[in-house]
């Protein structure tokens, strides 16, 4: 099961819980997990069907740049975190 | 591990390293004949026929509402063709949104910043563009049109601009308590709340930081501020486009990403990308400020105008002025160890003027400040904060130097109260593979220890410096890379060469790092694969050569295109054999049939063929790779200090970093040592200097301070190789990461030169006399 790390702003939504475990085999799997357990996750994440501009998600310490369809493996570590701006305008 | 210090001088390409044949050699540059005969074509060499030339006027002011622009008496001066004002571009919306391919932008921002609209927001805004037919002509009407202005208070610094009655640069701004929340950008209409300067405003935090700091037996906390500091790229921003009668738009310019410029500019102007097309010149630095438009809509909208194609190409004054800068900061950090030299905790609030516009680099600043250490209790806060600046823009490991100038700088007054060597704590306290960041990341397999052993183990550390006010500093630096989506095709020539073209802009040498990639693959000689860089309607969409990840990102393009051309080679060969494929062998670019050793071809015997054996070979690949692997770097820096005049000479310099795998070495060198050389203008004399009106007073290369070869000595670079896991050849990034470490590592060294330490940059001579005179050993 991986391990999903909730940024402190959506812990008022997981009720006070800072991680969970989740099985899952992507980010947007993750993110329907998350919304089944603690309603209006997806909404704070997802926008147009991607992670919202300012938000990346980093699966084993990479940030992701595939974003949902980013793999999740059985052990993984995923946060969300705001996304990097870097050398560049991308994220 | 492997290390080489390594000294630049040119080896054959024929040299090979590690069992690559072409991997770490250091053949010549494809580019570089044409660069040093004068024939390379940069934005501003562009010449079409019928060519207009634009030129931009900029605000007087800081802060000002525009009540009018007139620009009739302009319109009828003899050869103006055309005039625009942000009231002929569409007014995009103010919601931060994906372009679609990996790009962020907010696009009422980026328009507004291209030609101000209701209000200017820094001396230089750009308020108004012409179009002539001579740049002289242009430049004369400037002064005809008519701008009425209500001008404003102007906020400068993001201390002022946070005070509660601070003017407000944007009445509308949404203040974003976590960007994990809110999208950003500005507020609905309907929402009245309070005004706001700070854009953006977020914590990260591990473990219990109070705690940490109760285990502590030595705290140390204190307060830095850097200066606003320009790229200073040679090339000034340049742009031409040409509206054809179809629609469709071409655009002419060096960027460090014309798919981007690309986006940006359909976007901004209001059409398809698949209109514009994006041709890449070549580009004379960009050091992350290349990477956003400025030029190129107002040069689309003047050719629309005029039918003819329009060229805008900015002075060093207007680049200065006008393009965006790296942010000034504000940082105060705190930190405890124990006695034997363990971190305990660490707490840090970082405020960065964004400028005009939301986005300085307060995240990555955050991110990167304490990486190199495993510290199990840490808490950073940042603020993205707009004042009466320029829109900061990228600046090579954005927002990293500063915050490692804070961070290493206390390290250094931490073993100073530890009396424990640099190295030695930061070896006992150094980051390694799993070591959890104050974002909650683990760390991929680094080499920062690795990188501090050979640092300690180098001559430089251990050689005595003697004399009167000299002192040596060290200090290390994080920078977490990029990636990103690359295209790549290889197509066989008849001749047995092929031709990569590939979408990477080519800023530091990837077009060599990117061919040799093929050739080793292919096993041709690197003089055998000839590259370029497609425009954006002959190549696949690539991302910005930004955050050092150009060669790691193409390279795998270039990689997987190559592997695509050796699979369909080795069919090819099957073929004319009537064998299967996988009894075909292909080494060292020749071909063998396995139960028959005597069958064999090269692969200039096979290109030859190929048209009549069923058709010419074209390799191809698109990847979007994870896994760039950060970078670290280890800097030594002897200094001495005239106590009289304050003036800091760089007697000896040593940079060591972990390139993973330096493809080509003597490009790495150059990117460590260019980020040196930047990095010791920012710690010495680089500084924006604005008088109380928000006006730039030195605004030029003369009175704005860039180090020059007479400055200084050469740079030693020291290459450490820890594979990066990520990638095929285990190369990591090299661009960025030279530059973090030099502020602190020279402001450690004048404090062993003269007992002083400097907590503003830069230390420029009258700082340092001014900080002597009052000096008061251990402050």
């Not at chain 2, 525009?66 to 004002?85: E, H, M, Y």
């Not at chain 2, 690539?542 to 955050?547: N, P």
Request: aromatic share 6%.
């Amino acid at each position: 099961m991986a391990t999903v790390y909730i940024p402190e702003p959506l812990q008022s939504l997981s009720r006070g819980e800072k991680e969970v475990t989740i099985e899952a085999t992507t980010v947007r799997q993750i993110i329907a997990r998350l919304e089944a357990l603690y309603p209006g996750m997806e909404d704070a994440l997802v926008e147009d069907e991607d992670l919202k501009p300012h938000i990346a998600v980093a699966v084993d310490g990479e940030v992701s740049i595939l974003g949902l369809v980013e793999p999740v493996g059985a052990d993984s570590e995923v946060h969300f975190i705001p996304a990097l701006g870097g050398g560049s305008t991308e994220r | 591990m492997s290390v080489s210090q390594v000294t630049p001088v040119i080896e054959t390409p024929e040299s090979s390293t590690n069992g690559y044949a072409v991997i770490g050699t250091r053949p010549i540059r494809p580019d570089g004949t044409d660069k040093v005969t004068g024939r390379a074509q940069y934005g501003a060499d562009v010449r079409l026929t019928g060519l207009l030339y634009g030129k931009i006027l900029r605000s007087p002011h800081a802060h000002a509402r525009i009540k009018s622009i007139d620009v009739s008496r302009a319109l009828v001066f003899p050869g103006v063709k055309a005039i625009v004002t942000a009231a002929e571009l569409p007014q995009p919306s103010g919601k931060v949104t994906d372009l679609g391919e990996g790009a962020m932008i907010n696009p009422r921002f980026m328009s507004n910043n291209c030609l101000a609209k209701d209000k200017v927001l820094y001396k230089g805004h750009a308020v108004a563009a012409v179009a002539a037919t001579s740049p002289h002509i242009a430049d004369e009407a400037l002064a005809l049109i008519d701008v009425d202005y209500e001008v404003l208070p102007a906020v400068l610094t993001a201390q002022d601009a946070m005070r509660e009655d601070a003017p407000i640069l944007h009445e509308r701004l949404m203040a974003l308590e976590n960007p994990n929340l809110r999208p950003g950008g500005l507020r609905e209409d309907t929402d009245t709340g309070p005004g706001t300067n700070v854009a953006n405003h977020f914590v990260f935090e591990i473990g219990d930081v109070a705690q940490g700091f109760r285990e502590a037996d030595v705290i140390v906390e204190r307060e830095y501020h850097t200066s606003t500091v320009h790229q200073g790229y040679i090339e000034p921003h340049s742009a031409t486009a040409l509206w054809n009668a179809d629609g469709s738009l071409i655009i002419w310019c060096s960027s460090q990403g014309h798919f981007a410029i690309r986006d940006q500019t359909a976007r901004i102007v209001g059409i398809p990308v698949s209109k514009v097309k994006v041709i890449p010149m070549e580009i004379g630095g960009g050091f992350g400020a290349k990477t956003l438009i400025y030029l190129e809509p107002v040069a689309a909208l003047l050719s629309k105008k005029t039918g003819r194609p329009v060229k805008l190409a900015m002075s060093r004054t207007e680049v200065f002025q006008g393009t965006g800068p790296t942010s000034g900061t504000h940082i105060r950090i705190k930190m405890g160890a124990k006695k034997d030299g363990r971190i305990t905790a660490a707490e840090a609030c970082l405020i960065y003027e964004a400028g005009a516009f939301p986005g300085s680099p307060v995240n990555p600043g955050s991110q990167c400040m304490l990486a190199p250490y495993d510290i199990p209790n840490a808490r950073v806060e940042g603020y993205d904060v707009v004042v009466n600046r320029p829109k900061s823009a990228a600046y090579r490991a954005p927002g990293a130097g500063a915050a490692a100038f804070a961070a290493e700088s206390l390290i250094d007054e931490l073993c100073e109260q530890l009396h424990m060597d640099p190295l030695e704590f930061r070896l006992l306290n150094g980051a390694k593979e799993g070591t959890r960041r104050v974002s909650g990341l683990r760390l991929p397999r680094i080499g920062y220890l690795e990188t501090l052993q050979t640092a300690k183990a180098h001559p430089h550390y251990s050689t005595p410096l003697e004399g009167a006010n000299r002192g040596r500093g060290v200090a290390t630096g994080f920078w977490h890379n990029g990636t990103g989506p690359a295209s790549a095709t290889v197509s066989v020539n008849p001749d047995g060469t092929v031709i990569l073209v590939e979408g990477s802009v080519d800023i530091g040498g990837s077009r060599a790092s990117a061919a040799m990639h093929v050739a080793e693959v292919l096993g041709l000689a690197y003089g055998e694969v000839k590259p370029m860089v497609g425009d954006t309607d002959s190549v696949g969409f690539t991302s910005t050569t930004g955050g050092s990840g150009a060669t790691f990102k193409t390279g795998w393009a270039c990689y997987e295109a190559a592997s695509d051309v050796k699979r369909q080679m080795i069919e090819r060969a099957a073929k004319i054999w009537e064998v299967a494929p996988e009894d075909v062998e292909y080494a060292a670019g020749t071909l063998t049939y396995s139960k028959n050793p005597e069958l064999r071809m090269t692969f200039r015997d096979l290109a030859r063929r190929l048209n009549a054996t069923g058709g010419p070979i074209v390799g191809r690949a698109n990847v979007a790779p994870r896994g760039p692997g950060p970078g670290l770097a280890v800097h030594i820096v002897d200094v001495e200090v005239d106590p009289e005049t304050g003036k800091t000479e760089i007697l000896r310099y040593t940079a060591l970093q972990d390139a993973g795998k330096a493809i080509h070495p003597s490009y790495v060198e150059g990117q460590i040592q260019g980020g040196v050389v930047q990095g010791i203008g920012w710690a010495l004399n680089e500084e924006y200097v604005f008088n109380d009106r928000g006006e730039m007073l030195n605004a030029s290369f003369l009175d704005y301070r860039m180090p020059t070869s007479l400055d200084l000595p050469m740079i030693d670079a020291v290459i450490v190789e820890v594979p990066n896991p990520g990638h095929p050849y285990g190369l990591r990034g090299v661009g960025e990461v030279s530059i973090v470490p030099p502020m602190a590592a020279i402001a450690n060294a004048i404090y062993r030169a003269t007992g002083t330490r400097m907590r503003h940059l830069p230390m420029s001579p009258g700082k340092v006399v001014e900080a002597l005179s009052k000096q008061q050993p251990g402050n």
